[in-house]
């Protein structure tokens, strides 16, 4: 079983999606209320919202206010499960989630329980389009009753831990164990794929685990150059220093991996050398880029845009729309919705970018280059997406008294 969670500021957006009001999927999951704590009455997602916000009303602002949390069990443990028993898993995990006291290396405490128990909250069951894999979404307000803060600090390792605790009483494979047993099948994979290539090549390699199912993660620096990479295989993640024989599919590692291979069967020669790794090169966004965003991924969120008169149900990074909110903080920003809108779609390729000045620095990687450099990462991208329509739109402040 694997558990997410994280404090976010747009509980909103994340009650929609879990409550299936803001569902636009051509192939939609089928969602059930399981069950509230401490609401009215089976409200929806806004009647949800503002229970939460008058319980925040009347202690100190708080940021992110609400707690986003997923909890996955294996499909062959719950195939049987009616609503009481996703009651019981759910409440066997807040028990677990709440009782935690985190500790740093020196051992002082670096988080306290939580009282999810005390806060309310409202859980969802969700099955996939495809597979009718079930699982979990919960919002739950940060503030307790008590006016109390939930601590959100390491919080994953919190539902991490949590889930692997209710796995082990109840008898189930752990996410850790499911990890250790399918490692060996990925340093398979790996090693065929080099195998089966004629000449070493980083984007055959790469292309070749991609249509193998994994999710290929580059890590590369500002000019380009690929420093690293990681496996992503369902909600499991592979670092490429974990895998092979003496981290023999590190990125610095893999020609010479490729070599050995190729020398031993007799397809190289001593003096073959394998090709470079290329630095990648800037790429203008069009439409079609988008479609990468159409499809739900374990890293992002759902986020619903009207662009030229059609609705388009995007699923964006959930670092990147952490980064949209911080830029327009709808406390103190009138048209955070207008900037957060033109930011997205600038980021997802739906809109070019608008002819507006770019800032100084020379034009170096930090300027705002007329569409994405495949140099930058997901972060850096959508900084320069927020600070073009900042300049696009302009930032229009609230007015009015200020807490």
Known sequence: MIAKAKAISHGINDLHYITGE??????????????????????????????????????????????????????????????????????????EFDKQVITGKDGKVRS??????????????????????????????????????????????????????????????????????????????????????QSWSWEEYKNALIRKGYTVHEREDKKGILHGYALVNGNTKYKASELGVGRNLMISKLPATWNKLHYKSGVTTLNSKPEDIQPKHIQKPSASNATRYNTYRSDTVPYTLNHEGKEHRLYIPGKVLDCFNDEFDYRFVSNCKELTDMAVAIFVGLLDTPNVATGGGGGGPQSDLPWRDKDEDNLQWARRCARIASRSLGKKPKTGLKR
């Open 112 to 197: 306290c329980p939580t009282n999810l128990a005390g806060s309310k909250y409202s859980v969802w069951l969700h099955t996939e389009s495809k597979g009718e894999v079930p699982h979990l979404h919960a919002a739950v307000c940060r503030m307790d009753e008590n006016g109390n803060i939930n601590n959100d600090h390491n919080i994953h390792l919190r539902a991490q831990r949590a889930a692997e605790r209710v796995a082990k009483k109840r008898g189930w494979t752990t996410a850790a164990q499911v990890r250790n047993s399918n490692v060996h099948q990925v340093n398979r994979d790996c090693m065929d794929i080099l195998k089966s290539m």
């Open 22 to 95: 803001s569902q636009h999927k051509k192939h939609p999951e089928k969602i059930y209320r399981v069950l509230d704590n401490l609401l009215p009455s089976e409200p929806d997602a806004m009647g949800i919202w503002n229970s939460m916000q008058l319980t925040l009303s009347q202690h100190r602002p708080i940021k992110n206010s609400v707690i986003r949390i997923e909890l996955s069990p294996s499909p062959e443990h719950t195939q049987f499960y009616d609503i009481e028993d996703w009651q019981k898993l759910w409440q066997e995990f807040a028990e």
